[in-house]
């Protein structure tokens, strides 16, 4: 009598260039997903703007600030977002989204980007209301100063890292992602492309707060007087239980 599935040697036999997969995470990312760059943490939510923009709330600053869907440029899918600063006033261009509360976890916030040589620095903005109080988590990369900085518990920045230089160009995309703490009010890492820098010595502002509870990620492009800066946004994505 023949049975039905795969005999028990099956996922350790030898097969040429065939191997068993054994990861779930390998397996998503063959299959297309935009988790491939740093696949720690669980997902709570990602978009990589292939559904439009209804998702997000757009602010600009500035003549010439606009937030549209880009087809020319992207890390994966057809589309990305096209962040334009306005070329006077606060010259900026941001998004923000908001979800209900999580539960309180190390969480990370990724983002991958494009920009031109008019762009200041770019913001990852990581804001949790929880009932009672404001956590306000900041990280920037200032391009025009070459280093990654976090915004402190008394509001001061410090720098993290210094040096830190990447071409100006539409291609290729660069991944930056900022993992915190929330039930200790405390940074954890920040990644930028392949090195990971530890914040645990800082913690983030937190102030008194009674808004209604959620989650708003956001990411701000802060341009250069005179200039429209862009910048090109892809495959963002929140994550919860980080190691």
């Known amino acids: 009598m023949s049975g039905i599935g795969l005999p028990d040697w099956y996922n350790i036999k030898k097969a040429g260039a065939v191997s068993a997969l054994g990861d779930l995470g390998e397996l998503a990312v063959r299959l297309g997903s935009i988790v491939s760059f740093d696949r720690r943490g669980d997902v709570v939510w990602l978009d990589g703007f292939e559904e439009g923009l209804n998702k997000w709330v757009a602010t600009t600053w500035g003549a010439g600030g ?6 020319n ?3 994966n899918g057809y589309w990305s977002l096209k962040l334009t600063a306005g070329k006077d006033g606060l010259a900026r ?8 509360r999580p539960i309180m976890s190390k969480m990370g916030f990724e983002v991958s980007f494009a920009f031109d040589t008019n762009l200041d620095n770019i913001r990852l903005l990581f804001d949790l209301y929880d009932g009672a109080y404001l956590h306000e988590p900041l990280a920037t990369y200032d391009y025009a100063n070459t280093r990654l900085r976090v915004r402190d518990e008394g509001g001061d920045w410090q720098d993290v890292a210094t040096g830190v230089d990447v071409y100006e160009s539409y291609y290729p995309f660069w991944t930056m992602k900022l993992v915190v703490d929330f039930a200790k ?59």
Request: hydrophobic fraction near 40%.
């Open 93 to 100: 261009a941001a998004v923000y989204r908001k979800l209900p």
């Open 73 to 75: 440029y992207a890390r």
């Open 185 to 243: 009010q405390k940074y954890v890492s920040l990644v930028f492309n392949e090195t990971e820098y530890d914040l645990s010595a800082y913690s983030y502002l937190y102030t008194e707060d009674t808004g209604n509870p959620l989650l708003r990620p956001g990411v701000q492009n802060n341009g250069i007087a005179a200039a429209n800066a862009i910048v090109y946004l892809d495959d963002v994505i929140i994550t919860q239980n980080e190691p």
């Open 66 to 71: 606009a937030v549209g869907l880009d087809p």
